[in-house]
């Protein structure tokens, strides 16, 4: 089957495109680095022929509100405009865990705007929401940062590594398209500060991780709700603190 991966060169792109690749598929790494981008069209036409999955895992270059909605509205229209040309039989996207208690923030506008799109189109979806990877916790502590103090709450999370979001995506891809959402998280759930804290331990990180209960996240005010998932996710295997121990400490090692 030919399968089009749309930022197929990304953390979680890469991983898709192999999984489904060893699996014998014709995969398509398509990205503005392999000639294909979404918002200029170029390639995109050729990239969709003959493809019936597309998986969107691409994310947008700038985050600040505009651009970022600038571009999941636009990618969103050119790819699925794109796809009911070529006869695309099932669009698979990534999107996040709790997106609409997160709108507050621009980038989570976007992704609402993203999915919304691929809901009002004639495309047979699935959408997947997917917590926050572990591989994002140095990008959450940056954000939180003044000076040596790194200032997080303590809401709940449950976040996966990249390794696990991209099997489940890649799986959903070769099942039936659901029209609806599944929601993806990691095997347990684990407070924000604590999260930051063990990951600057384990990096051997010499800043100070402080609870307060007031501090935004990416200017969002959480609780034990936002971020955590509903009733029946699926569940990724790896342990944060198995991720920690076994890639981060070798990297610092390293
Ligand atoms: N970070 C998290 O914790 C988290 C949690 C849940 C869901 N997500 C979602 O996961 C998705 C993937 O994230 P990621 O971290 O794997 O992304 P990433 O590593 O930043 O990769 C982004 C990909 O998008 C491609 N891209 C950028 N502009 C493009 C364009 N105009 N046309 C086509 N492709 C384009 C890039 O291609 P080039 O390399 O060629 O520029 C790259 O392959 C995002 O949609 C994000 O919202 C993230």
Known sequence: MKIVVIGGSGLIGSKVVKHLTQQGHEVVAASPSTGVNTITGEGLTGALTGAQVVIDVANAPAWDDQAVLNFFETSGRNLLTAEAAAGVKHHVALSVVGTERLLSSGYFRAKMAQESLIKASSIPYTIVRATQFFEFVEGIAKAATEGQTVRVPAALMQPIVSDDVACFVADIALEKPTNAMIEVAGPEPIRQDELVRQYLDATDDPRTVVTDPSARYWGIALNDQS???????RLGRTRFSDWLNH????????
């Open 247 to 254: 890639t981060v400490a070798q990297t610092v090692a390293h």
């Open 227 to 233: 971020l955590t998932p509903g009733s029946a996710p």
